[in-house]
């Protein structure tokens, strides 16, 4: 395998059994890098074992069918997902195989699991490749696993892995200061740094039309999460990057022409004001004049949120309910602001024709409302001459790249699924862009989602290769395209309307490597996400300027920051986890009662939930059963499972709210319980969860021989 001179210069350290980071754009072949070392890793040590870690699950096939096939003919590379049945012998799997390719859950849940099938220790590697490794802070897996290496580290253990981590994007962690940056390089780097101990043998290892730069505000100065803070997560002793072969690199990566695409407010907006107007009545019969009335912001969505979860809390229905559908038409408002009026008003109908509690006055009166204003809402959202300018703008751009004999290829990055079906259903309404040269598609996450429907990893990889193979040349995405995914040069990449972080505008700006290719920001003029777009700007150029000082500082002032980072981070840890097992002692089980979010019912106590494999969380009282319904037909899902099955979705039998699901657990039906449509009391209050892991009670684990036991009545 021959590296281009920046791809050598780039993991000469990782070569020599040191910890780094290779920092190198998009479409550097930062993967293909990554074989090398690998290859050269495997080929140097007897008994050497390699883990591939990525940060989603359609990447582990993609990285197994593409870059790291190239090592089959030598060594045995196995992938394994969340999909793939190989997880449930995890242990047996790693010791037959010399590169594992997994999502990095997988491997969290194997170094915490107690069964001998599962289990690993990170000893039984002796390199972790960590792709993606900006994704390494907070609460992410990756940092899970890399705190639970230097904690090892740090208490001397030996045969610790070499550790390889991959990005484009470091970031600047939220800071917008010099120093705040350089401390958040350090602390990434940190979390993979081991001085200088890799031995041959380790233990365990056997076994696009303004394309002026619009004005910014003055950049704020505060600190953040800080540069040296992913050194030090990562436990890394250098950051590397192309320097001496930098030219060499800027010929083969081109970077596109950056242009600002922008568009003016609709002169008039009758559909919107209608909104407003429904919204002001909602207000009027909730009987709340304090509650402020910025409709169709982010502001009012999140006021209105944390309303109806006080409201749940407090057991008043009416303000609940109101505050639901308030939200609803702010997401119109929204939807109506991003895409097309008839978008809007389909998803308030979406919403209006789902199945309700009409014994409940609340809902009577707001279903009412809607029908009262239905057919003005629909005729307004048909009258184009209230329609989108930024739909004028994109229908320009597109026109311009997308000529009927050219062979462009592009992505539009929208913030959410339902935008890019609605982006989708625009085009193929839109007679001017209709014809065989524009062949488009959605690509979307495969994460659930009550807001649009999930594709499934089939269908994301389906689109990709026809994507790839030419027969579509044009997505309408979300960030889930933005990195990792094995996509084509684009000529195009269109950001519409969208506010990120520094970190998303690289990856997507990357998309673009075509030779003469564009990088559109398609937003209204004088906007957030005008002010955001040149702000990242700024923060790309503070990071490298962070990188920079931190690939120059003095080998012994490094290696003190990094190692009191680790100190601190591992400390801090430790803390954490001590407070959260605490908390989950507060109460006892007995004293804690489960309503229903929507109705108030009082369902069943704390004592009565149970966790299957240490993550679903079901009630196993026999009584429980008279309080919910199940849906006709059982759910499916693209996966299966080890030792259970998907039943049928399971609602209040009082008033139709959704609860979760029933699973078919070794021939046993429970209940899934899905917190958040809950409300639960202890001694101390009543309180709506998003997350069982925040409750202040424990809960046991499924026993199933004593749950056949007692519902049986014979002895296992």
């Not at 780039?10 to 040191?18: F, I, K, S, T």
């Not at 060594?75 to 594992?100: E, L, N, P, Y």
């Amino acid at each position: 395998m021959e590296l281009r001179p920046y791809q050598r210069e780039a993991v000469a350290p990782a070569l020599r059994g040191r910890n780094s980071i290779v920092w190198l754009p998009t479409g550097a072949g930062k993967t293909r890098a990554a074989v090398h070392v690998c290859r050269q890793h495997l080929a140097s040590r007897r008994g050497g074992r390699v883990a591939v870690l990525v940060n989603k699950v359609h990447l582990v096939d993609q990285h197994a069918k593409k870059e790291f096939n190239v090592l089959q003919k030598d060594f045995r590379v196995t992938a394994i997902s969340g999909d793939s049945s190989h997880k449930s012998f995890f242990a047996c799997v790693v010791k037959q195989s010399d590169v594992v390719i997994c999502t990095a859950q997988i491997l969290q849940n194997a170094l915490v699991s107690v069964e001998e099938d599962t289990r690993v220790e990170l000893t039984d590697f002796s390199l972790l490749v960590i792709d993606e490794c900006h994704h390494t802070h907070k609460e992410a897996v990756y940092n899970k696993i890399m705190l639970n290496y230097l904690q090892r580290k740090l208490s001397g253990q030996q045969g610790l892995p070499q550790v390889l981590g991959l990005t484009a994007s470091p970031g600047t962690g939220g800071a917008t200061s010099f120093e705040g940056a350089v401390e958040h390089i350090l602390q990434m780097l940190g979390s993979s740094a081991a001085p200088g101990r890799h031995p041959q043998t380790r233990r365990g290892a056997s076994e696009h039309h303004a394309t002026c730069r619009p004005g910014l505000p003055g950049l704020r100065t505060g600190s953040g999460v800080s540069s040296s803070q992913i050194c030090a997560n990562l436990d890394t002793e250098k950051i590397t990057s192309a320097q001496e072969e930098l030219q060499h690199l800027q010929s083969h990566v081109p970077q596109p022409r950056k242009q600002y695409d922008l568009c003016q407010e609709r002169a008039k907006d009758p559909f919107g004001e209608q909104l407003k107007k429904v919204m002001e009545q909602i207000h009027q019969y909730m009987e709340m004049p304090g509650l402020l009335q910025d409709f169709g912001t982010q502001v009012y969505e999140q006021r209105i949120v944390e309303l109806e979860k006080r409201a749940a809390e407090t057991f008043c229905r009416k303000t609940r309910v109101c505050a639901l559908h308030l939200r609803k038409y702010n997401d119109a408002l929204l939807i109506n602001d991003t895409v097309r009026m008839i978008d809007a008003f389909q998803c308030l109908q979406q919403f209006y024709a789902a199945k309700r509690d009409m014994k409940d006055p609340t809902e009577q009166f707001l279903t009412t409302t809607f029908e009262e204003n239905r057919t003005s809402l629909q005729a307004l959202a048909g009258d184009r001459r209230y329609e989108n300018p930024r739909l004028g703008k994109l229908e320009e751009i597109l026109r311009e790249h997308f000529q009927p004999l050219g062979a462009s290829r592009g992505i539009v990055f929208t913030k959410t699924r339902q935008s890019a079906h609605s982006l989708l259903s625009w085009l193929q309404d839109t007679a001017a862009l209709c014809g065989q040269h524009i062949r488009a598609a959605v690509l979307t996450g495969a994460g659930y989602s009550n807001q649009t429907r999930h594709m499934t990893q089939n269908e994301q990889q389906d689109v990709i290769k026809l994507f790839r193979e030419g027969a579509l040349n044009l997505l309408f995405s979300t960030s889930v395209a933005e990195e990792g995914l094995d996509i084509p040069e684009c000529n195009i990449v269109v950001r519409y309307g969208l506010m990120t972080n520094e970190i998303a505008m690289m990856q997507a700006r990357g998309r673009a490597r075509a030779e003469n290719s564009v990088y559109s920001v398609l937003a209204k003029a004088n906007s957030r996400e005008v002010s955001r777009e040149l702000l990242n700007e700024d923060l790309v150029e503070l990071m490298e300027r962070a990188i920079r000082a931190v690939q120059a500082m003095p080998e012994q002032e490094y290696r003190l920051k990094i190692r009191e980072l680790q100190r601190v981070a591992v400390a801090s840890w430790l803390l954490k986890e001590a407070r959260i097992s605490e908390r989950q002692r507060l109460h006892d089980p007995d004293t804690v009662y489960l309503y229903c979010v929507n109705c108030n019912a009082a369902v069943c106590c704390g004592s009565d939930i149970r966790t299957v494999e240490g993550m679903h969380h079901v009630n196993i009282n026999p009584n429980f059963g008279l309080y919910y319904r199940v849906s006709s037909g059982k759910l499916q899902f693209a996966r299966t499972f080890k030792d259970w099955e998907p039943g049928c979705r399971i609602v209040c039998s009082e008033c139709s709210q959704d609860w979760g699901m029933e699973m078919i657990y070794r021939q046993v039906k429970l209940p899934i319980l899905c917190i958040k449509n809950f409300v639960v009391e202890t001694p101390a209050e009543k309180r709506r969860y998003k997350k069982w892991s925040a409750v202040t009670f424990p809960i046991k684990e499924f026993d199933y021989l004593d749950y056949c036991s007692s519902t049986h009545g014979q002895s296992f």
